[in-house]
């Protein structure tokens, strides 16, 4: 794992839901963690989205800001494209913005959605993600992990390409900062059964340690891993 990582999410509160804890964890190990949040939230759930006061919007930011500032974000970025419309954005746009991020902060490590997740938003972002860090001679970032995003990940019941995790990291001491960091979103959190339910967060991560011997982890598949001759392996 590198020293400056960038977590790419579609909405506010995805940059929490799959990979939380391990932003905590990794904050405290003094490491620099980031976050992009592309599309705006909020305005998909009115009828057309200028219907969405702006006040909306910025009362959302508001409390990304405070859950990032709880989880340990060294900052929280924020770009307007429509929510959940993501896939009426021409690609290269949304390229063009993960692009001039990544070229602002260097990342060797960059953490991002599933492409094969239920939501569009999230589709589109990760296409975006790969495409705009290409393998080529020269390229600075090392690490690409996809994560899973309740209440989309597991909802996808196409299974074209299910969320199939290589990658667990120990969140026994950092899953309560994650709860706290989730639940300064007032907007966004939901009551049990649901997926992003306080409860339900804690579950997964209980379920997902229980898979490789931990008591609370956060799962990732490892979508590309490069090694040259200044790291070990």
Known sequence: MGNNILIIAAHPDDELLGVGGTVSRLSR????????????????????????GREIIDELRKD??????????ASIDFCDFPDNRLDSVDLL?????????????????????????????????????????????????????????????????????PFCPNVYFDISETINRKLAAMACYKSELREYPHPRSLEALKALASYRGSNVGYRYAEAFLLLRELFDGDQSV
């Open 29 to 52: 190990q003094g490491k620099t963690v980031r976050a992009l949040v592309l599309a705006e939230g909020q305005t998909s759930r009115t009828e057309k989205r200028e219907n969405t």
């Open 64 to 73: 990304a800001l405070s859950a990032a500032k709880e989880i340990g974000y």
């Open 93 to 161: 746009d949304i390229i063009k913005s993960v692009f001039e991020f990544i070229d602002q902060y260097k990342p060797d490590t960059i953490f991002t959605h599933h492409h094969g997740d239920l939501n569009i938003d999230h589709r589109r972002v990760c296409e975006a993600v790969l495409t705009a860090v290409r393998p080529m001679q020269g390229e600075g970032v090392k690490r690409i992990y996809a994560f899973e995003t309740p209440s989309s990940t597991e909802w996808n019941y196409v299974y074209e390409a």
